[in-house]
């Protein structure tokens, strides 16, 4: 098994104090920082998501494989910035006015942020002001991320839109939302 | 019949007067373990009586843990010894709870005592769900030891409340999933829950009272579980569960209450009669199979309207119900 297979197979396993030496030594051994990335930690990533799709993988399994992910990306960063990569794009996160379910919030911000995002968390209970000031005051951000867990409080997604809307934002963002269904 | 005698009749089954939610013959007795829990329903953050932060809506049917990492009463599970402080059952009030049972009529109505947050629930109460959910995996001795702690509790909760007001039914909170799935792998809830909520059921049965479980979420890769440890009554089942198959898996043995698709119904800007034709049809599919009461999952719809069209028609449907499908006795033949 190649180091790189190694790191795959933890971060399946959830095992996160064992990815960041891997990927250490993965990138002494010479494999490239962006090899590391698709194949030891988004490629795992990717088959237990579709597990969780199919019913087959459990939110605590997809946490634990999240968070090994992490700890792969955080060894990786300089090295990739190193190797010239520039982020995909900004991107803003945070749960609803009044919702403080943050599990899918915080699973989709490491995934993304594994894609290659940098991402600014501004945690839960997020009011549409809240996401608007951040707007005027980073004007480099493409993409809006509102989280929602309850029925009660998925009308804060739209709340959140017709506020961006009026500051003139809207063009400038695209928004991403996930609610119950 | 009177409304325990006709909830008595679908669990034993027996012709009832009608189908109906359980939960419309069951008081909940005031009883002080549960208020030392509880926090005001002011939508601000407060305390439980475990230190966890929570907020209650105004008008929510119950408050909401608002764990963060620096707000977690267990920070860190291999620590929990030093930072769980379990609640001090000794010195509590329980007159108002004997008054209220005592005043009861219970040939017509069941006394409750209301245990909420079980052995799940409380762990993630007091860890927040992340920490909790990768604990359950990564710790899983640490939390068996801190799940011992909170199932001793409960038990001795449960012996209390026989000691001073003899309830009749034990409504038991734990949900253990969510509308997609549960929430643990079965193996780990088998390996972490089930035993030790195996001997809350068992202390419920040996004080004498029903144990009906309450989760609104997905169970159906645990019903067989469930009915092993002697859960009576599961509350709250939602028809994203193939309740229809439950009910055969289970050969009948978990009556059941719930199977209203509530997020269906419970929304602004619909049609009385499309409210309607969801509560008639829970009834025409999960009655037939018996020991059902057909019910919101959750308790009852945030919207006055909503729920009290549902219950209209629960009335109206569920009596017709049963009076159109006889229960039939041995020998008996339909008219």
Known sequence: ?181 | MKPRENMMAIFNREQPDYYGDFMAALDFAPDPVFAADSVPDDGLEHRDSWGTVCVKLPGSPGKHPHVTPENAVVKDVTAWREQLKVPALEGLDWSAAREFAAGADRSERFVGLFSAQGLFERSHFLMGMEDAFCAYLEEPEEMADMLREIADYKIAVLREAARQFQPDVVFFQDDWGSKQNLFLPPTVWRELIKPLHAEIVATAHECGMLFVHHADCICEPIVEDMVEIGIDIWQGAIPQNDLPAIQERTGGELAIIGGIDAPAVDIEHIGEEEIRAEVRRAIDAYCPAGRFYPSIPSGKCFRAWNDAVVNDELEKYGRRWAREHPILEAGQRPS
């Open chain 1, 1 to 181: 098994m190649t180091t790189t297979e190694e790191i795959a197979s933890a971060v399946m396993r959830g095992k996160r104090k064992e990815v960041g030496p891997l990927v250490q030594r993965a990138l002494d051994e010479g494999v490239a920082a962006q090899a590391i990335l698709d194949e030891g930690l988004i490629a795992p990533m990717g088959v237990i998501g579709d597990r969780f799709s199919a019913g087959e993988a459990f939110v605590p399994e997809m946490l634990v494989a999240a968070r090994a992910m992490s700890a792969g990306t955080e060894v990786l960063k300089p090295h990739l910035a190193e190797a010239g990569a520039e982020p995909l794009g900004k991107a803003v996160i945070g749960t609803v006015k009044g919702d403080m379910h943050d599990i899918g919030k915080n699973l989709v911000r490491m995934m993304i942020e594994g894609k290659g995002f940098e991402v600014t968390d501004l945690g839960v209970d997020v009011a549409p002001e809240a996401f608007v000031s951040f707007l005027q005051e980073h004007d480099d951000v493409d993409i809006v991320c509102c989280s929602a867990l309850l029925t009660t409080t998925m009308p804060e997604i739209g709340a959140t839109i017709r506020a961006i809307e009026e500051a003139g934002l809207r063009d400038k963002v695209k928004v991403m939302s996930a609610a119950p269904r």
